[in-house]
């Protein structure tokens, strides 16, 4: 199966964060332990510009219907907010709970780091928990080194977890 991916709109949104709210529960991706609201994630959508931290969806390539299902999504976010931190970003992959397993992370990243020369970055950072082996498997694949361990700074639901900084410079 080929996919494809094009800027969010405000339409897309909601099931940006339903996507996103489908994995709070597994306590794996994401340090947030309530879903979040539409709402909340406005100021966080609109600080995603194509030109320097663009947000895209991702649909499956061959769906030709006026609204395609979106089947993930993928962020750029800023590193440390300083300008002399510009060339670095991180970046987000959420993928929707029935499409996970199927490729779309593979091609999410091979699409972000393709894309990253072209919005001035060098160097693509990946936030990752310690005990979300699929995520890190995958950044691993794609040369992603491990540049930071910080262990047991995440607390879910009074279990210590540890983040892991994967990095790879890209141009």
Known sequence: MSFRHRFATLDDLPTIVAIYNSTVASREVT???????VESRLNWFHEHQPERRPLWVIERADDTSERPEILGWISYSNFYG??????TAE??????EAWRGKGIGRYALTEAIAHAPKI?????LGFIFGHNAPSLALFRQFGFEEWANFPRVANLDGVERDLIILGKRVA
Not at 82 to 87: E, H, K, L, Q
Request: aromatic share 8%; glycine share 4%.
């Open 31 to 37: 340090a947030d332990t309530e879903p979040v609201s």
């Open 82 to 87: 300083r300008p002399a931190y510009s060339g």
């Open 91 to 96: 970046v987000s992959i959420y993928i929707a």
């Open 120 to 124: 001035a970055v060098h160097t693509v």
